[in-house]
């Protein structure tokens, strides 16, 4: 953080203002979150440079030891400024490996910052955990209790390094972004990393960015012993879904649902589970009220980025998760003047899923997407009636509505104007 000495300023005597003045405008621009202006403010003059800097401490960005030193000495010239650190970040400004630059500052910053009370939020980027001490870890406990932790594209040997970084911090929510450049070589099955097993009792929510080939590799072992988590959000940053369903998707899918659905006690019973591809193809969310009658899978997909048979091979893979509700809901960004027919398409293959991995099933939703509403709305068909020629066994099962309600139904007004024929 540079802030600007008060050697060779302007002084205030110089306004006609009155420095009281000066000091509202200077906290109205720091409520507005206007780095760059109290930092133009700070290079004013000496009276406004001890304001600025009660605002500009409550973020601290260091950037290299140098930073570290400056910023140390910084909020030790007062006993209130350590009070107003709220957010860290840290960014090595490095890809090298640890052999070829110096990063033991980023290890001695617990250290030498280890009083901030109120400390909320901390940012980790690009930095290097492949070569820590053993006493890395154990000092960032000092930051335990964060509301929030971020570690962005770490470089990392063995899962442990990450997992153990997240554990010491203790905060409620944490994102971790990976790269498949900084990460180690990864064999089949994430063979030779070790198990992904992160304990942390105040973790609550967790949200992983993630190309598909580590994913495929983590989830092979993840253990989350977590009492208190009850969302995890996964992005898969590098792929989209493929046009048929690749074996090796079937276990990853199946390693998400098995986190959801909690068949042993070392997987804590979460309330929400999201997994999505970064390019908007497949979104899919498992949720969990409290109530096994009411579990529910929702499947949002683009039929022009993802095939049908790849949502048939998620339904599949989701089997063990015991699901009550499923709703599939298809969306595209086709012209709005575009009219599907839904006739056409291989909705047989989900109803045929359905019928094969999902026994304990009550209720299907299915949203065929506004362009297929315009085919039908210009073709005049009833609900029922195209629900029974696309999914015909889960209407035999009695999961979809037997009777159409005129308010949806494309055929039948909502006025009470029906055709009795259907």
Same mark, same amino acid.
Request: hydrophobic share 35%.
């Given at each position: 953080?540079?802030?600007?000495?008060?050697?060779?300023?302007?002084?205030?005597?110089?306004?006609?203002? $009155?420095?009281?003045?000066?000091?509202?405008?200077?906290?109205?621009?720091?409520?507005?979150? #206007?780095?760059?202006?109290?930092?133009?403010?700070?290079?004013?003059?000496?009276?406004?440079?001890?304001?600025? #800097?009660?605002?500009?401490?409550?973020?601290?960005?260091?950037?290299?030891?140098?930073?570290?030193?400056?910023?140390?000495?910084?909020?030790?010239?007062?006993?209130?400024?350590?009070?107003?650190?709220?957010?860290?970040?840290?960014?090595?400004?490095?890809?090298?490996?640890?052999?070829?630059?110096?990063?033991?500052?980023?290890?001695?910053?617990?250290?030498?910052?280890?009083?901030? $009370?109120?400390?909320?939020?901390?940012?980790?980027?690009?930095?290097?955990?492949? #070569?820590?001490?053993?006493?890395?870890?154990?000092?960032?406990?000092?930051?335990?209790?964060?509301?929030?932790?971020?570690?962005?594209?770490?470089?990392?040997?063995?899962?442990?390094?990450?997992?153990?970084?997240?554990?010491?911090?203790?905060?409620?929510?944490? #994102?971790?972004v990976l790269s498949e450049t900084l990460g180690p070589e990864i064999a089949h099955n994430g063979v030779g990393l070790g198990v992904f097993y992160l304990n942390a009792s105040h973790l609550q929510q967790i949200r992983i960015d993630i190309p598909w080939k580590i994913l495929a590799a983590v989830s092979s072992s993840w253990i989350f012993t977590i009492p208190s988590l009850y969302r995890i959000v996964i992005n898969v940053t590098d792929i989209s879904p493929a046009a048929m369903f690749p074996p090796e998707h079937r276990y990853v899918w199946g390693s998400v649902g098995a986190v959801f659905y909690a068949p042993s006690p070392r997987h804590p019973l979460l309330a929400n589970v999201n997994m999505t591809f970064e390019d908007e193809s497949v979104a899919v969310e498992l949720v969990n009220y409290g109530d096994t009658e009411r579990r529910k899978l929702t499947v949002r997909f683009n039929d022009e980025l993802c095939s049908f048979a790849y949502i048939a091979g998620i339904l599949s893979s989701l089997t063990s998760c015991d699901l009550k509700v499923i709703a599939i809901r298809r969306s595209d960004k086709r012209e709005p003047s575009t009219s599907l027919n839904p006739f056409n398409e291989p909705w047989h293959l989900i109803d045929r899923t359905l019928f094969n991995s999902h026994h304990h099933l009550t209720?299907?939703?299915?949203?065929?997407?506004?362009?297929?509403?315009?085919?039908?709305?210009?073709?005049?068909?009833?609900?029922?009636?195209?629900?029974?020629?696309?999914?015909?066994?889960?209407?035999?099962?009695?999961?979809?509505?037997?009777?159409?309600?005129?308010?949806?139904c494309w055929f039948h007004d909502s006025n009470g104007a029906r055709d009795e024929d259907g």
């Open positions: 953080m540079h802030i600007a000495s008060t050697t060779d300023m302007t002084s205030v005597e110089d306004y006609e203002l $009155p420095i009281e003045l000066w000091e509202q405008i200077i906290d109205i621009i720091a409520e507005e979150n #206007r780095v760059p202006d109290l930092l133009n403010c700070s290079l004013v003059c000496r009276e406004w440079v001890s304001r600025c #800097r009660f605002h500009l401490c409550i973020t601290a960005h260091l950037f290299s030891s140098a930073d570290l030193s400056s910023f140390t000495g910084f909020i030790s010239s007062s006993p209130l400024l350590p009070t107003r650190v709220r957010v860290m970040r840290v960014n090595s400004q490095s890809s090298l490996p640890a052999a070829n630059s110096s990063l033991s500052w980023i290890a001695h910053i617990p250290l030498r910052l280890s009083k901030l $009370p109120n400390l909320e939020s901390l940012y980790l980027t690009n930095i290097d955990l492949e #070569r820590q001490h053993s006493s890395f870890w154990k000092s960032y406990t000092t930051f335990r209790g964060l509301s929030f932790l971020e570690v962005r594209y770490p470089r990392y040997s063995r899962w442990s390094q990450l997992t153990r970084l997240i554990s010491a911090s203790q905060s409620l929510q944490t #994102r971790l209720e299907l939703e299915v949203d065929l997407s506004q362009h297929s509403s315009e085919y039908f709305t210009q073709n005049k068909h009833c609900i029922i009636n195209i629900y029974s020629i696309l999914f015909p066994t889960s209407m035999t099962r009695g999961v979809l509505p037997q009777t159409c309600n005129p308010d949806v």
